[in-house]
């Protein structure tokens, strides 16, 4: 009840007002039957305006320290997340980890949908890093379609660190189901989900427009927390830096099957959907990506 009355009658009618959000691809979410959304992470407020514009409920996995915090404010915001349909994850992995994919898994078997950040944490400059593979389990094990989500100019509305938003307008695009069946059978097994969360990823950075990362948002972060405690400031990212990047600036020509594609090599632009929200570019890199078509199944 909670929920759907801030949706329907306090936040989401305010923040349509203030924010007019724009949205693509909404009837690529299913009417009925369980699915995972899979979002890229650039702010707190991902997890308000998405489900704002999702017609069905989306319970999402978020960090469990917004579960545990002390005092009044600590219970205030822990009272809030359940009541606004989200579930705690334990990132420390092992066990923890398992606890909280089974949480989700028991969304799932109830026909909902579910919402996960394969990045793991906020990204902390703009960019799309690497994902973890527990969202790669989940889906393997449960076999339901994946719906990529891309979160357009939410990290220039409140970024992070910043406690009231700035009034400006957001984006959302909606991708088409990614669907994982040829994998049926395998969701053991370590190299399939690596395979699974990498082209999940790619999606995000193919819808985004996002500079992709290999490395992890959450070591990127200590590394930052390290050299600010240092008292160092943290330089411009330098070529080699960027190396480890990919830029994605043209829109896939369907290459033959098994062929493999290498983003950031290509020449052709992509009509963006909103350009005056959108980064800017930045050298690519040298990332291969392998498509998976029909011939893989």
């Known amino acids: 009840m909670f929920y759907w009355v801030m949706k329907r009658i306090i936040v989401g009618p305010l923040l349509n007002l203030l924010f007019r959000p724009w949205v693509k691809g909404l009837d690529n979410i299913p009417a009925s039957g369980p699915a995972v959304i899979v979002s890229n992470h650039l702010s707190f407020s991902d997890s308000i305006f998405l489900p704002i514009v999702v017609p069905r409920p989306v319970a999402f996995l978020a960090k469990s320290e917004y579960f545990t915090g002390k005092g009044v404010k600590g ?5 809030f997340f359940r009541l606004s349909n989200q579930l705690p994850m334990d990132r420390s992995g092992g066990a923890a980890s398992s606890s909280s994919l089974s949480a989700g898994m028991d969304i799932l078997n109830d026909g909902a949908i579910l919402g996960i950040y394969p990045e793991g944490t ?25 719906i990529p989500v891309a979160m357009i100019g939410t990290d220039k509305v409140q970024p992070i660190g ?53 490395a992890y948002a959450s070591t990127v972060k200590e590394r930052l927390a390290a050299e600010k405690a240092a008292g160092r400031k943290t330089p411009k990212p330098g070529a080699d830096q960027r190396r480890a990047a990919v830029r994605m600036t043209g829109e896939p020509t369907g290459p033959a099957p098994g062929s493999v594609t290498e983003i950031g090599t290509g020449t052709a632009d992509t009509a963006r959907p909103d350009p005056a929200e959108q980064p800017s570019d930045s050298t690519p890199g040298t990332r291969r990506w392998r498509r998976k078509t029909s011939s893989d199944q």
């Open 75 to 79: 219970r205030l915001t822990a009272l």
């Open 122 to 146: 906020r990204s902390p400059d703009g960019r799309l890093y690497r994902g973890k593979t527990g969202v790669a389990k989940l889906v393997l094990a449960t076999g339901v379609p994946v």
């Open 162 to 214: 910043r406690r009231i938003p700035n009034i400006r307008r957001v984006g959302i695009i909606i991708g088409e189901p990614l669907d994982f069946a040829r994998y049926e059978g395998l969701e053991d097994d370590r190299f399939v989900q690596r395979s699974v969360t990498d082209e999940i990823m790619y999606e995000l950075m193919r819808l985004s427009g996002q500079e992709y990362v290999d």
